[in-house]
Structure formats: structure tokens, C-alpha cells
Nanobody, 121 residues
């Protein structure tokens, strides 16, 4: 599976952005998808994950109620809708695919290249 994240940009605090993750390969529907982010000077952290079927999701406490993860297997796409953005959400955001449904980055086998999200105060 090859992944490509897009949709990042510069937004003011309180604004919204929608990230997309485009997948190639015939087995995308077999993989769980996660979004991670890495802020300057910090380690990559879990943001959200969605099961291969879309039946359940997991969202980190830091973004719960503001971010929503979704997917469309027919289009081989995953999404991260980000609302009420805060300056501390500034980071490079990555989508990833894994066989397991996990918050642990080392469980993810495939990674996109990342897209920059910058939230100004």
C-alpha cells in the first residue's frame, strides 16, 4: 500500500482543515488507517485511527470532539476533518496503514509523506 497525505495549510485558530490520504494498491480495504502528527521538537504522536471496515474509530484525548476520522474504501481514501484548530495542533500530519487497530506507531507498516498544518494564534 502506498499512501499520500494532502490538505494541509495555514489556518487561524478556531478554523478548520480537512486532510486526505490517498492510497494505491488493491489491498487498502484490508488495512486499518491511522493519522499521526509530529510537532517541532516532539516525537510523532497518535491522533486517530479507523478500522478497515470503518466500523469503529479511536481518537486521542487531545483532539477528541474536534477531529473526525473517516474512510471510503471504494475510493481508497481516508480523511481527517479537523475543527476548532488550536496553535498546539501545528505539526506535520501523516497517514499510515496497519494490519492491527492500534495507537502504537510501530504497528504501522506503511506511511505517507506528511502534510504540514500550521495554526496561527
Amino acid at each position: 500500500v502506498q499512501l499520500q497525505a494532502s490538505g494541509g495549510g495555514l489556518v487561524q485558530a478556531g478554523g478548520s482543515l480537512s486532510l486526505s490520504c490517498a492510497a494505491s494498491g488493491r489491498t487498502f480495504g484490508n488495512y486499518n488507517v491511522g493519522w499521526f502528527r509530529r510537532a517541532p521538537g516532539k516525537e510523532r504522536e497518535f491522533v486517530a485511527a479507523i478500522r478497515w471496515s470503518g466500523a469503529s474509530t479511536d481518537v486521542s484525548d487531545s483532539v477528541k470532539g474536534r477531529f473526525t476520522i473517516s474512510r471510503d474504501n471504494a475510493k481508497k481514501m481516508a480523511y481527517l476533518q479537523m475543527n476548532s484548530l488550536k496553535p498546539e495542533d501545528t505539526a506535520v500530519y501523516y497517514c499510515a496503514a496497519a494490519r492491527s487497530f492500534s495507537r502504537y506507531r510501530y504497528d504501522y507498516d506503511y506511511w505517507g509523506q506528511g502534510t504540514q498544518v500550521t495554526v496561527s494564534s
